[in-house]
């Protein structure tokens, strides 16, 4: 983590540098000088608090503060990172440890976009998305915030609004579900192609054997995202399980699972790399019957078969076949008409 966390403070240190050329009063903080405190994760670590009184102190001398992102300091005193994205999450930290109303994020994209653009030339740009809708955008495969950002965000009463670096534009407002009007039933079509299948054959049919193998899992960092059971069809018969991860902790989760599968006499441990995950995300699907029906005859029509179902209130994930994530993207964005521009209210700030 100490060699990871050298570009930021370079980048971070040079561009200070700069505005200080400029004529004005800059002054560059690591993580650790700016107060950012996390647990003991190396590379995924996640943030406790933010003592952000060096901070306050240079923005009242008119500094301008420029902080590392994407490292903080451990409880026992390391320099640790916050894995992916984590810079996201350090702008998001430090806003709502200074009592800022808004934390802009300047990016590559313009903002949210009902889908990827590169798959849907035709998505629109979102103004608004609430909270609950991005934070399941995010973890369904939208990589424009961080999901940890959003959360984050969400909890400390933080608005986001997230803009691009090289255009002049408003850009998309992610803010609290109450301050929204009435949404349209579907907001955005989202996807993966970065996830990873394990099916364990013959699971013993006995209580604490899913908690075995899932806190495993857990203890190795595993994120598991949708689980499937297969009941045995008889008395002493064994069961199956399936469940996705990210690609990425694909070799932990198998180390981690050698261990449970001989204890628990599991008798194989099966993966697949070839799969992908295509999600439909509204706040409008609380209170409309008939999504998750119209979203399995879309995919039907086009001859794409649904491996695995996950759901939650405002979400509809289908895991289906890598290569066949750009069509149903497409297909989902059009049978819902998301190109089509809603009536939605401006509230952010420009």
Do not use: W
Not at 67 to 90: E, H, I, K
Not at 136 to 150: C, H, T
Not at 153 to 180: K, Q, Y
Not at 214 to 238: M, S, W
């Amino acid at each position: 983590d100490m060699l990871l966390s050298t570009g930021e403070r370079i980048s971070c240190a040079l561009c200070a540098m700069a505005i200080n050329d400029l004529g004005h009063r800059a002054i560059s903080l690591t993580g650790s000088q700016a107060g950012i405190v996390t647990d003991t994760s190396h590379t995924k670590a996640r943030i406790l608090d933010v003592r952000g009184d060096r901070i306050r102190e240079a923005l009242d001398e008119d500094r301008i503060v420029l902080v590392a992102g994407f490292q903080g300091v451990s409880t026992s005193r390391d320099v640790t990172t916050l894995g992916r994205g984590g810079s996201d999450t350090t702008a998001v930290a430090v806003a709502a440890a200074i009592g800022a109303e808004v934390c802009e994020i300047y990016t590559d994209v313009a903002g949210v976009f009902s889908a990827d653009p590169r798959l849907v030339p035709e998505a629109r740009k979102l103004p608004i998305v609430s909270f609950e809708e991005m934070l399941e955008m995010a973890a369904s495969g939208a990589k424009v915030l961080q999901l940890r950002s959003v959360e984050y965000a969400r909890n400390h009463g933080v608005r986001i609004h997230c803009r691009s670096s090289f255009e002049d534009g408003p850009g998309t407002v992610v803010l609290s579900e109450d301050e929204t009007m009435e949404r349209p039933l579907v907001t955005a079509v989202t996807h993966s192609t970065e996830e990873a299948r394990i099916s364990l054959l013959g699971v013993p049919d006995r209580p604490g054997a899913a908690a075995a193998i899932f806190g495993a899992l857990a203890d190795a960092g595993c994120i598991v995202d949708t689980i499937i059971q297969n009941e045995p069809l008889g008395d002493g018969r064994d069961a199956e399980v399936s469940f996705t991860i990210p690609q990425e902790d694909l070799p932990a989760a198998e180390r981690a699972l050698q261990t449970v599968a001989g204890s628990l006499g599991i008798a194989k441990v099966d993966t697949d790399r070839r799969i992908g995950k295509v999600s439909i995300v509204g706040a409008g699907m609380r209170s409309h019957p008939g999504v998750a029906a119209k979203v399995f005859e879309t995919l039907g029509e086009e001859g794409i078969n649904i491996e695995m179902i996950s759901t939650s209130p405002i979400k509809i994930s289908c895991v289906i076949r890598a290569d066949r994530v750009p069509h149903a993207v497409r297909a989902l964005h059009s049978a819902f008409d998301l190109g089509v521009a809603g009536i939605e209210p401006d509230r952010g700030p420009r």
